[in-house]
């Protein structure tokens, strides 16, 4: 058993890290993959890192198993959102990895990338959640001759320059060819503690006086 030191404000923590029962075969994945699950949990780490554990049960979620699986990517090892997320162990995600080496075909990692929010992408984000919830959301549409989509934009503007700083958003963007790198979708998140402090003039006030009627009591 190894032992590895996550990097944080403070290094007096070590992650053991046991390799039993992994072959010759698996051993260089293993090492990149457990490595990387450290790096990126850092003090979050429940337990030791075996190939017998879970991402999650260890101090995984959803936004660093995103963080892993870009962080794998760049190390040249292709694993996809789906298979990552449904691995019951992080033996399993060995074995995902090695297969998809082994059958380099079509598969969602190759089909997508999931990269951070960036001011390079303000315009097209801005297309899709204006398009998403002018279009497409319920609670809008009942309002829909009062609310216009430069309403979405204000919103948008004044927490723009937070949810770049935050580091916590991602984009996902197609690697069809042809596509040019096109953004399908985002995950927009914010530190619950350090939320921006917004203020809406707007007919969306009425959409979010709802949702705080109903999520208030919860």
């Known amino acids: ?5 996550y990097c944080g ?24 993959l457990f490595d990387t699950v450290v790096q990126v949990l850092g003090s979050s780490v429940r ?3 075996s190939q017998s554990v879970n991402f999650y049960q260890i101090g995984g979620n959803s936004l660093n198993s995103i963080y892993t699986i870009t962080k794998l990517r760049e190390a040249g ?21 090695l297969s998809n080496k082994a059958h380099p075909g079509i598969s969602l990692s190759n089909q997508y990338e999931c990269v951070f929010l960036t001011h390079a992408h303000k315009q097209d984000l801005f297309q ?4 998403s919830f002018y279009e497409k959301a319920d609670l809008e ?28 958003s991602f984009i996902v963007k197609s690697r069809e060819v042809g596509e ?10 914010f530190d619950a503690l350090d939320e921006p402090e917004v203020a809406i ?6 959409i979010f006086e709802f949702l705080e009627h109903l999520e208030g009591p919860i």
Request: hydrophobic residues 45%; charged residues 25%; proline residues 3%.
């Open 141 to 168: 549409r009942w309002i829909i001759p009062e609310l216009k989509r430069d309403c979405y934009v204000e919103l948008l503007e004044q927490i723009w320059e937070p949810l770049v700083a935050a580091r916590l």
């Open 201 to 206: 003039t707007s007919k969306l006030n009425i």
């Open 9 to 32: 404000a403070d290094n007096s923590t070590a992650v053991q890290i046991d390799y039993t029962g992994i072959g010759s075969d698996r051993l260089p994945v293993a090492k990149v």
């Open 1 to 5: 058993m190894e032992a590895r030191r």
């Open 180 to 189: 040019g790198g096109k953004i399908l979708g985002a995950c927009l998140n």
């Open 47 to 49: 337990s030791h890192v």
């Open 128 to 131: 899709i959640i204006t398009d």
């Open 77 to 97: 090892h292709q694993v996809s959102v789906a298979d990552f997320v449904s691995a019951q162990t992080l033996g399993d995600i060995i074995d995902l990895i």
